[in-house]
């Protein structure tokens, strides 16, 4: 049995025909003229004419809901929440490590590319390294420089010289090697540059600053001592050649053996310059620390 046609307000579409006059409503276009004519007699179907008998009137409220005049703003929309007030400025310091400067970027340039190289030329590091035979060879130069057994054969020769020049050149020798000593101890201290990834702690006589990396206290004592003896000792051209190979060899294979950057033996280098002449400046001699050569006078 089919359902009966309905109004759009839910109502069946004969139930006023006896109190409108055939069934039409002021405003439709059934009223009118030709309001008593079924033929010419305009209908229309409501948008509920397919919903079923037993369907709530609800329902067409919901499909009207989703049409698009809804959706363009012909109902009521829920009022636009509060706009949120803009975040706050972020600091000074915020922005200056957002916006790193120039020199921040070159140094972490140089950074990694120390980092590189370091890596590359650490042949020795190992046994089982590219250059892994070499390494005895390698940890006999790390023994020549190491600062023990220049500060032990500096105090035997003192203590056996018997001429005056000797002495003060020997003394001055001491003391630049206990400069040297105290002034690496303090910069390893105070920078705290651990050593590579791939050194192997089987160094020779270490003290507690000796894990750390920078400056290269070998490097820093092969520039000293060099310096030193090229300018109080009289040698042939090839020993003075020699002196000089022996520390840049000495300098290299502390980056071989996987003890140090590249930047920590570089610097070692300028530090240990520096160092000969604060020597040179206060050179010790009879003159201005007599208490110390009187220690020979009774011999």
């Avoid at 990694?112 to 890596?119: Q, V």
């Avoid at 000792?233 to 060899?249: C, D, S, T």
């Avoid at 920590?264 to 240990?272: P, Q, T, Y």
Wanted: some cysteine; hydrophobic content about 45%; glycine content about 10%.
């Amino acid at each position: 049995m089919s359902s009966p046609r309905r109004s759009v307000d839910g109502r069946p579409a004969g139930s006023g025909a006896g109190a409108g006059g055939g069934g039409s409503h002021p405003g439709s276009p059934a009223h009118g003229s030709h309001g008593g004519s079924g033929g010419s007699k305009f209908e229309f179907q409501s948008l509920l004419s397919n919903r079923s008998p037993g369907a709530e009137p609800s329902s067409a409220w919901l499909r009207a809901s989703e049409s698009p005049l809804h959706r363009r703003g012909s109902f009521p929309l829920a009022p636009a929440a509060a706009p949120q007030p803009p975040p706050p400025p972020l600091p000074e310091e915020d922005c200056m490590k957002l916006n790193p400067s120039f020199l921040g970027i070159a140094l972490r340039s140089l950074l990694a590319i120390d980092l590189w190289m370091s890596k590359r030329l650490g042949v020795c590091a190992g046994e089982k390294s590219s250059w892994g035979s070499a390494r005895p060879l390698m940890k006999l130069l790390e023994i020549s420089g190491h600062g023990v057994p220049w500060l032990a054969g500096t105090a035997y020769c003192l203590y056996r010289s018997d001429s005056w020049a000797g002495r003060e050149v020997l003394v001055n020798l001491l003391f630049a090697l206990l400069l040297d000593l105290v002034l690496v101890a303090l910069l390893k201290g105070l920078v705290r540059r651990r050593r590579p990834s791939h050194n192997q702690m089987d160094m020779f006589f270490t003290f507690s600053v000796d894990k750390y990396s920078f400056p290269s206290g070998h490097a820093t004592r092969a520039a000293l001592v060099s310096r030193f003896i090229l300018h109080h000792l009289v040698l042939a051209i090839p020993l003075r050649v020699l002196i000089v190979l022996w520390a840049f060899i000495l300098g290299l294979s502390r980056v071989m053996l996987g003890r140090h950057n590249v930047t920590d033996v570089a610097f070692g280098f300028f530090f240990g310059y520096i160092q000969y002449s604060i020597v040179d400046y206060f050179w010790l001699s009879p003159f201005n620390i007599p208490a110390v050569f009187a220690l020979w006078s009774h011999k």
